[in-house]
């Protein structure tokens, strides 16, 4: 069972991965992915010094991520550019570790851009964690020290709320307590693990 979970900046994706692995999912994480192929070392590292120069690495050789965020958000074409190197190696890697996946896993695919990269046909089923556009910018600004408008840019950089409804099997509301977002991935797991998937 192939299953793709997404959700914008802050929706609370990587809670929903963590209660999902609890359950007994396979959780490849795309964010983590983007960390190792682009690690010191990598090709994927030195094709991105290569595209925008030393300045994106910190004084030890490692990607400087604040450094290259800054250079790519709200600049489309650069973003694109960055992503065509990251993407293919990610989803290369993410192939082998679900091939090691053992038979029958529910096999969960983390991927923060699920939906801007025309991915979600390639899963059994789509899980959207989903918030308000005020909830994101709240949790943005209150928790990652972000200011209104960088936290409106990463919003504004990613699918609307509603595309991502759009591409939803099943949608999961992060507006109320952890127990509650508890309830709702347990029912979704047992779906997916469950009678449910065949269906």
Do not use: C, W
Request: cysteine-free.
């Amino acid at each position: 069972m192939r299953v793709g979970l997404t959700g914008g900046v802050a929706a609370g994706k990587s809670t929903v991965s963590t209660l999902l692995a609890e359950l007994g999912a396979v959780v490849i994480d795309a964010d983590v992915l983007a960390r190792e192929v682009v690690a010191p070392g990598t090709s994927g590292l030195g094709e991105v010094v290569e595209a925008f120069g030393e300045r994106v690495l910190t004084v030890s050789g490692e990607l400087d991520r604040p450094a290259l965020g800054a250079l790519v958000f709200g600049d489309e074409a650069k973003r694109r550019t960055l992503e065509a190197i990251v993407h293919p190696r990610v989803r290369a890697r993410a192939a082998e570790l679900e091939a090691a996946a053992p038979p029958g896993a529910v096999v969960v695919h983390d991927i923060p851009l699920l939906v801007e990269t025309g991915q979600a046909d390639a899963f059994d089923a789509v899980i959207v964690v989903d918030v308000p556009v005020e909830t994101q910018l709240d949790r943005l600004v209150r928790l990652r020290g972000l200011t209104p408008d960088e936290a409106r840019a990463r919003i504004a950089a990613q699918a609307t709320r509603e595309q991502r409804r759009a591409a939803a099997t099943y949608v999961i509301d992060n507006t109320g307590t952890l127990e509650d977002l508890r309830h709702q991935v347990t029912e979704v797991f047992e779906l997916l693990s469950g009678s449910g998937a065949d269906s």
